[in-house]
T-cell receptor, first 118, second 117 residues
Framework: AAGVIQSPRHLIKEKRETATLKCYPI?????VYWYQQGPGQDPQFLIS???????DKGSIPDRFSAQQFSDYHSELNMSSLELGDSALYFC?????????????????FGPGTRLTVL | AQKITQTQPGMFVQEKEAVTLDCTYD???????LFWYKQPSSGEMIFLIY??????QNATEGRYSLNFQKARKSANLVISASQLGDSAMYFC??????????????FGGGTRLMVKP
């Protein structure tokens, strides 16, 4: 079965540089989420998109921006990188229309992009 | 706001034995979903099992089952017949429905499970 695809898998950047992370959701999944997981931490929600519109926003720095394109893939753009941005960045996708009584659909994660800022 | 608490930072279990990983949650919403994910040392986040707040039966997926006790607000993961490959970090997470179709996950701090041969 197709899974969530993220690229690149590893990225090394210098401070103050920019980075772009890409996410390709599972086919027919129209909601995309971005999470950041620092070393030894649990994942923290950054931002989500539904049908190409931003649907929720978490603790995403102003230096970061994201969008979802017409083919449902999403990109996370990170500028003025700081040492503290070094983390594992996950993209997850979920389908609408499959939610049960609780109104919640399952979320499937990609393999993550490991960003190291030097 | 939702909160997930995993009180066991680390646990050992003997191979082939069953193990229970604890998870308690706090929310004022009546509709919510509870998830368990496995994160091996390689880093990927693997979906294991899901329980909706209105599901009357405990969720089961192969060797994984979720012991859902709504009144106690607990959603413990039970792994039967542990295998060496089960050694990993396990995260409990929850979400509530969002009218804008965004169901962000809130994670607990995780439990590191180590299976002994």
């Amino acid at each position: 079965a197709a899974g969530v695809i993220q690229s690149p898998r590893h990225l090394i950047k210098e401070k103050r540089e920019t980075a772009t992370l890409k996410c390709y959701p599972i086919p027919r999944h129209d909601t995309v989420y971005w999470y950041q997981q620092g070393p030894g931490q649990d994942p923290q929600f950054l931002i989500s998109f539904y049908e190409k519109m931003q649907s929720d926003k978490g603790s995403i720095p102003d230096r970061f921006s994201a969008q979802q394109f017409s083919d449902y893939h999403s990109e996370l753009n990170m500028s003025s990188l700081e040492l503290g941005d070094s983390a594992l960045y996950f993209c997850a996708s979920s389908p609408t229309g499959t939610a049960g009584l609780a109104g919640v659909s399952e979320q499937f994660f990609g393999p993550g992009t490991r960003l190291t800022v030097l | 706001a939702q909160k997930i608490t995993q009180t066991q930072p680390g646990m050992f279990v003997q191979e082939k034995e069953a193990v229970t990983l604890d998870c308690t949650y706090d929310t004022s919403d009546q509709s919510y979903g509870l998830f368990w994910y496995k994160q091996p040392s390689s880093g990927e986040m693997i979906f294991l099992i899901y329980q909706g707040s209105y599901d009357e039966q405990n969720a089961t997926e192969g060797r994984y089952s979720l012991n859902f006790q709504k009144a106690r607000k607990s959603a413990n993961l039970v792994i039967s017949a542990s295998q060496l490959g089960d050694s990993a970090m396990y995260f409990c997470a929850m979400t509530v429905p969002n009218n804008n179709a965004g169901n962000m996950l809130t994670f607990g701090g995780g439990t590191r499970l180590m299976v002994k041969p």
